[in-house]
T-cell receptor, first 115, second 114 residues
C-alpha cells in the first residue's frame, strides 16, 4: 500500500518568511498526491493536488507544491507566511497500487506563524 | 449551498453505549468515507462506500459499523466494542470513479466518552 511521511510534526516560521512543509511518498507506481489544510475543530480543505499533468502545482492561498519523482517528494511551499496560515497541514496519497479508492493521509504538520 | 453536513458537532457517550454519527451530503457524490482523527496520527480510514448498498472496511474498522441505504447518507455507528472511541470523526465524499478525485470534508463530530 502507498503511504506518505510528513517530516516535522511542528513547524514555526516568522510572518513574511518562507513556508516549507515536507511530504515524501512511498510507491512503486507514480501516485496522485494532495495537500489539505485544517483549521481548529474544522474539516479539511483542499489546497492543491498533483495528478501528473504538471510537476509544479499551484493551489489556493498562495501555496504551491512540486512533484519530484527522483526524490519521491511533494513538498508544500509559500514564499511569504501570513498569520492566517497557522493551521495543520496534511499530505495525502491515492493508492494507485491497490486501486483502493480512498485517500491515505500523513500524520500532519502544525504550522505556527510568529508575528 | 452544496456540502457535507455532520451532526452533532459534539457528542458525549457513556461507556458501553452505542452511538450513531450522522453524515449527509447534497453534492450528488457516489463515494463517501469515514475517517478518525487523533492528535499526532493524522486521519485513519474507518469505512468507505463507492456506491449505495455497498461499503468496504478501512484500516481501523473494528468496533464500528456503517450503512449506505441512500446516496446522500452514510451514518457511522460507534459500538461498545470500540475500546477507545474518544476522537474527532470526519466524514467525506467524492465524485468517485478516478483515483485523482479529491475528497470533500464535513466539519467533523467530536466524540467524548464520559
Amino acid at each position: 500500500a502507498q503511504s506518505v511521511t510528513q517530516l516535522g510534526s511542528h513547524v514555526s516560521v516568522s510572518e513574511g518568511a518562507l513556508v516549507l512543509l515536507r511530504c515524501n511518498y512511498s510507491s512503486s507506481v507514480p501516485p496522485y498526491l494532495f495537500w489539505y489544510v485544517q483549521y481548529p475543530n474544522q474539516g479539511l480543505q483542499l489546497l492543491l493536488k498533483y495528478t501528473s499533468a504538471a510537476t509544479l502545482v499551484k493551489g489556493i492561498n498562495g501555496f504551491e507544491a512540486e512533484f519530484k519523482k527522483s526524490e519521491t517528494s511533494f513538498h508544500l511551499t509559500k514564499p511569504s507566511a501570513h498569520m492566517s496560515d497557522a493551521a495543520e497541514y496534511f499530505c495525502a496519497v491515492s493508492d494507485r497500487g491497490t486501486g483502493r479508492r480512498a485517500l491515505t493521509f500523513g500524520s500532519g504538520t502544525r504550522l505556527q506563524v510568529q508575528p | 449551498d452544496g456540502g457535507i453536513t455532520q451532526s452533532p458537532k459534539y457528542l458525549f457517550r457513556k461507556e458501553g453505549q452505542n452511538v450513531t454519527l450522522s453524515c449527509e451530503q447534497n453534492l450528488n457524490h457516489d463515494a463517501m468515507y469515514w475517517y478518525r482523527q487523533d492528535p499526532g496520527q493524522g486521519l485513519r480510514l474507518i469505512y468507505y462506500s463507492q456506491i449505495v448498498n455497498d461499503f468496504q472496511k478501512g484500516d481501523i474498522a473494528e468496533g464500528y459499523s456503517v450503512s449506505r441505504e441512500k446516496k446522500e447518507s452514510f451514518p457511522l455507528t460507534v459500538t461498545s466494542a470500540q475500546k477507545n472511541p474518544t476522537a474527532f470523526y470526519l466524514c467525506a465524499s467524492s465524485a468517485g470513479g478516478a483515483l485523482n478525485t479529491e475528497a470533500f470534508f464535513g466539519q467533523g463530530t467530536r466524540l467524548t466518552v464520559v
